[in-house]
């Protein structure tokens, strides 16, 4: 079924450019949220930036949906902004395209705009520094006396 539904969207972004999905999971929260709609265009994956969202089929053969963090000659490393495990690098061939705009309750909250690429990687530059906030909560902040 992964297979089928990869090809499915790879092939309708091949013939009509671009195709709207809907969200599912956590792993891009909180620009993505479970459920929002989302535009996506094709794109070859040379031309993806860091910053931008991307689609792509992961290893683990799930269609995945993160942002774009690193990139070389022949790969691109994706994280989801949720998450602080590794980066997942995948080659260019495994990418299918970009998320144009994110809806919400009717509302766009996302556009692929140099301000929304700006934002996204400065959360994924503050993950260290949230992971510290988030485990120091965890442990309960000393009192001031």
């Not at 790969?75 to 690098?89: I, M, N, P, Q, Y």
Request: glycine share 8%.
């Amino acid at each position: 079924m992964r297979d089928f539904m990869h090809s499915a969207i790879d092939q309708a972004l091949k013939t009509e450019g671009r195709v709207m999905i809907r969200a599912g999971g956590q792993s891009m929260r909180p620009w993505i949220m479970d459920g929002d709609r989302l535009t996506v265009a094709s794109c070859d994956a040379t031309r993806l930036q860091k910053g931008e969202i991307g689609l792509y089929k992961a290893q683990d053969g799930l269609i995945t949906i993160h942002r774009v963090v690193d990139k070389d000659a022949d790969r691109c490393a994706f994280r989801g902004d949720a998450t602080s495990g590794k980066v997942e690098w995948v080659p260019h061939s495994a990418v299918s395209g970009r998320v144009e705009s994110a809806t919400r309750n009717n509302r766009t909250i996302y556009r692929n705009t140099a301000f929304h690429r700006w934002t996204g990687r400065l959360w994924h530059l503050s993950g260290p520094l949230r992971r510290f906030i988030a485990k120091a909560r965890r442990r309960g902040l000393p009192q001031a006396q």
